[in-house]
């Protein structure tokens, strides 16, 4: 893959373990940093829109910070960023982390025996040139019955809290009750990697 070879500097602006395989599995070297913004206070009616802002936030974030810093002084190959977000659609209700256990309960509970949608936004910034592409991609996800001993199991755990609607589908205890996945699983765990690969190029 010409990614054995880069000729630019790639940065996954996310702390996010799944972003971080993915992108790792897709076989580049990066570094990471982390966006500290306040999501909340980013809101938007559509979640296509609300994905995008979201990354936008992210990476102007990351880009200020880099400013302070003069991070791209006397480089010599072009720093790559790549920022994305992941929202949860549960009849037409944009759901975010969960903000308490009980909330992931219930988001789980919803699930069972119905489906969900994720959105997933992936905006790429060439930041010597400023060149930004960025685009959404959605998956429907189908359940079986979840049952509450595995709920119980997911909250105990925890990861789950820190989890776009509380759905991690590539967990173990939850592959089981996976009834169908109508689109990509590295979209659902929160960067899709033909659309992440496609934007690379594109800004390059």
């Known amino acids: 893959m010409e990614a ?29 940093m982390s966006a500290d913004i ?11 829109d609300l994905v995008m802002a979201l990354a936008e936030a992210k990476a102007d974030a990351i880009i200020s910070k880099f400013r302070k810093t003069e991070y791209l002084e006397n480089d010599v190959n072009p720093t790559i960023l790549v920022a994305a977000d992941t929202v949860v659609v549960y009849e037409g209700v944009v759901r975010e982390k969960p903000s308490s256990e009980a909330e992931a309960r ?22 010597a ?3 930004r592409r960025g685009e959404w991609d959605k998956v429907e996800i189908y359940f079986h019955d979840i049952p509450d001993q595995v709920i119980d199991k997911l909250i105990e755990e925890g990861i ?9 589908i590539e967990h173990p205890l939850v592959l089981p009750y996976i009834k169908e996945v109508v689109g990509s699983t590295d979209s659902v765990m929160g960067l899709p990697k033909a659309l992440t690969e496609r934007l690379i190029k594109e800004v390059l």
């Open 4 to 32: 054995s070879a880069p000729q630019f500097k790639l940065i996954l602006g996310s702390s996010s373990t799944a972003r971080k395989k993915i992108l790792g599995d897709m076989g580049y070297e990066f570094t990471t």
């Open 38 to 48: 306040d999501e909340k206070a980013i809101r938007k009616e559509k979640p296509e």
């Open 106 to 127: 219930q988001f789980m509970k919803d699930y069972a025996n119905g489906h969900a949608a994720t959105v997933s936004s992936v905006l790429v910034t060439n930041l």
């Open 129 to 131: 040139t400023g060149s």
């Open 160 to 168: 789950v809290l820190y989890a776009a609607g509380g759905l991690i």
